[in-house]
């Protein structure tokens, strides 16, 4: 092979190499920071970039979110109980720029700034708050992570805390408690309710003797009128049956001899009733002297009748 060819060659393969190192593509998540002569130049967006070869250099940044483990790490709270806490950081990188030059590694930078945190908001807090407090720890540690870390162009976006774990001693006092706990609401329950039934129970009597008296004194209301009713009728119908008897005696104009013998009829009426003693009123003795001056008319006037008739053995003429 001449020199001349050689040379050729050597150029092509050199050119393509270049046009290879000046090509760089980045996926959808990331961005490139590129430098040219150990100088910031511009930050690279995803997809195809061109750099000037030998001269620059791209450090790519993943823009993802990032979940970061706080190991467990021993903590005593302010009431001198040691618990083991971890948590769990979900951080993002916001500005490439900052995350490459600001720290070098903001990965270890936040896991420790997590454990200094930590210990310092629960060693705040006794342990019955740490424990049903965790919304409140989670907030007061994504704060101090976020603001700390603004300055590597890092976001923390939330902070879960996993696990607290109190001493085994410190944990069956809290179950004993629990159980203490729960059996005093379980007997509180128990007494509201007896008491909670014996209330229902004698306002139900309450109600039932109301409504008993209430209706009875309907009934009693109910029967009242009706006798009232009763009364003012048969009254009405004894009232008109006076003014019919008394215009029928007056039209009939009666004698005294039928009065009298109507009034005996009353009094032979009263004299079978079961009373044994009875009171006549004044008017009774003309009334019962009346009665016997027509029973004398009547027995003389028959009397004379006999007398006046024919005699049969008057009629009668001897035979011979």
Same mark, same amino acid.
């Given at each position: 092979?001449?020199?001349?060819?050689?040379?050729?060659?050597?150029?092509?393969?050199?050119?393509?190499?270049?046009?290879?190192?000046?090509?760089?593509?980045?996926?959808?998540?990331?961005?490139?920071? %590129?430098?040219?002569?150990?100088?910031?130049?511009?930050?690279?967006?995803?997809?195809?970039?061109?750099?000037?070869?030998?001269?620059?250099?791209?450090?790519?940044?993943?823009?993802?979110?990032?979940?970061?483990?706080?190991?467990?790490?021993?903590?005593?709270?302010?009431?001198?109980?040691?618990? +083991?806490?971890?948590?769990?950081?979900?951080?993002? &990188?916001?500005?490439?720029?900052?995350?490459?030059?600001?720290?070098?590694?903001?990965?270890?930078?936040?896991?420790?700034?997590?454990?200094?945190?930590?210990?310092?908001?629960?060693?705040?807090?006794?342990?019955?708050?740490?424990?049903?407090?965790?919304?409140?720890?989670?907030?007061?540690?994504?704060? &101090?992570?976020?603001?700390?870390?603004?300055?590597?162009?890092?976001?923390?976006?939330?902070?879960?805390?996993?696990?607290?774990?109190?001493? %085994? +001693?410190?944990?069956?006092?809290?179950?004993?408690?629990?159980?203490?706990?729960?059996?005093?609401?379980? &007997?509180?329950?128990?007494?509201?309710?007896?008491?909670?039934?014996?209330?229902?129970?004698?306002?139900?009597?309450?109600?039932?003797?109301?409504?008993?008296?209430?209706?009875?004194?309907?009934?009693?209301?109910?029967?009242?009128?009706?006798?009232?009713?009763?009364?003012?009728?048969?009254?009405?119908?004894?009232?008109?049956?006076?003014?019919?008897?008394?215009?029928a005696i007056h039209e009939g104009k009666p004698t005294n001899e039928l009065i009298s013998l109507k009034y005996f009829?009353?009094?032979?009426?009263?004299?079978?009733?079961?009373?044994?003693?009875?009171?006549?009123?004044?008017?009774?003795?003309?009334?019962?002297?009346?009665?016997?001056?027509?029973?004398?008319?009547?027995?003389?006037?028959?009397?004379?009748?006999?007398?006046?008739?024919?005699?049969?053995?008057? +009629?009668?003429?001897?035979?011979?």
């Amino acid at each position: 092979m001449q020199p001349a060819a050689f040379v050729v060659l050597f150029v092509v393969f050199l050119a393509i190499v270049l046009v290879l190192m000046s090509i760089k593509i980045l996926r959808p998540f990331q961005k490139g920071v %590129i430098e040219r002569l150990g100088k910031y130049v511009r930050t690279a967006d995803s997809g195809l970039n061109l750099i000037l070869p030998l001269f620059d250099r791209m450090i790519s940044v993943d823009m993802r979110e990032k979940v970061m483990d706080i190991p467990p790490q021993a903590v005593i709270t302010k009431d001198n109980v040691q618990v +083991d806490v971890d948590a769990v950081v979900y951080l993002q &990188v916001t500005d490439p720029f900052r995350s490459i030059y600001e720290i070098r590694n903001y990965m270890l930078a936040a896991t420790k700034l997590a454990q200094t945190s930590l210990r310092n908001i629960v060693g705040d807090m006794e342990l019955d708050q740490t424990l049903t407090s965790r919304d409140v720890i989670n907030e007061q540690l994504r704060t &101090v992570l976020d603001q700390a870390t603004d300055k590597w162009g890092v976001k923390v976006n939330r902070v879960e805390i996993q696990k607290i774990d109190p001493p %085994i +001693d410190i944990t069956n006092a809290m179950s004993r408690q629990m159980k203490a706990e729960r059996e005093k609401r379980a &007997v509180i329950l128990d007494a509201e309710g007896v008491r909670q039934a014996q209330i229902e129970r004698a306002e139900g009597e309450k109600r039932a003797a109301i409504l008993g008296a209430e209706g009875q004194a309907e009934a009693v209301r109910k029967r009242a009128d009706a006798e009232k009713y009763r009364q003012i009728a048969v009254a009405e119908g004894e009232g008109k049956a006076i003014v019919n008897v008394f215009r029928a005696i007056h039209e009939g104009k009666p004698t005294n001899e039928l009065i009298s013998l109507k009034y005996f009829e009353v009094l032979q009426a009263l004299a079978n009733g079961k009373a044994t003693k009875f009171f006549l009123p004044i008017e009774a003795a003309g009334i019962m002297s009346s009665i016997s001056a027509m029973v004398e008319a009547s027995r003389k006037t028959t009397e004379g009748d006999l007398d006046t008739q024919p005699s049969p053995m008057a +009629d009668s003429s001897p035979t011979e």
